[in-house]
């Protein structure tokens, strides 16, 4: 069953890889990020019995192209009308017209078997690209910030009245290898320009969080921005 984390933001829960976020606005259904194609059943049926229906999907933001986020966006595609959003820089990766830049044999490979898990080219095209700054009217607005590293085209999304960050894998509540607690800096393995990635997350510095939602790991509802500037504060974290 989802679960509410602050008022009209729901984190979908028992799925296999990345957190996928439900945002409620009026009679508009948004979804930040899908998972794999095999979670979204799951997906599914945690909106309907919450009384939603994907008919009432507006959009779908995608945060980054990684399969653990936009593995589903086919399947939902094909169930619904929803308008794909993504920063600008993300669109070709997610669309399948060019494949993520890679650092090392080892990341090229890992990309390849991610392009072929997330399924991308097959019915999954972006409607708006997104550039820094913009704001999209959903929760009262959603301010677009570019934070690349991870990907080229990796974004937030920052509810500045209600001090909410949606930081897809810029940020790790937990390390999904190491099994190492706490938040930090997305694994170094996984990012394009490691340390772009966290000159990124450092840019962050100041902003007024009160409700952090990462990528992997817990959602944090307490402390946010005191635990963020302990992390961005310190550069050798």
């Not at 229906?53 to 507006?58: I, N, R, V, W």
Request: aromatic share 6%; net charge negative; charged share 25%.
């Amino acid at each position: 069953m989802m679960r509410e984390i602050t008022r009209n933001v729901y984190l979908l829960e028992g799925l296999r890889a990345s957190n996928v976020y439900l945002l409620v606005s009026g009679a508009e259904l948004t979804l930040v990020d899908t998972g794999l194609a095999g979670d979204v059943n799951r997906i599914i049926a945690q909106l309907e019995k919450k009384g939603y229906s994907l008919k009432e999907l507006h959009s779908i933001i995608l945060t980054h192209a990684h399969s653990d986020h936009v593995g589903g966006a086919f399947r939902l595609l094909s169930r619904c009308n929803a308008e794909v959003v993504a920063h600008r820089a993300e669109v070709p990766y997610i669309e399948g017209r060019d494949s993520l830049p890679a650092g090392s044999m080892l990341q090229k490979m890992m990309l390849w078997l991610d392009e072929k898990m997330a399924r991308r080219g097959r019915g999954i095209r972006v409607a708006r690209g997104l550039e820094n700054g913009d704001v999209l009217d959903i929760l009262g607005g959603l301010k677009v910030l570019h934070t690349p590293g991870h990907t080229p085209g990796s974004m937030c999304l920052y509810q500045e009245e209600r001090g909410i960050l949606f930081c897809g894998d810029l940020l790790f509540n937990g390390h999904p290898l190491t099994g190492r607690g706490g938040l930090q800096y997305a694994p170094r393995l996984f990012s394009v320009d490691p340390e772009e990635a966290d000159r990124s997350a450092r840019g962050l510095f100041g902003l007024a969080i009160d409700v952090l939602c990462v990528g992997h790991g817990e959602p944090i509802v307490e402390d946010a921005r005191i635990r963020m500037e302990a992390l961005l504060g310190n550069p050798h974290a």
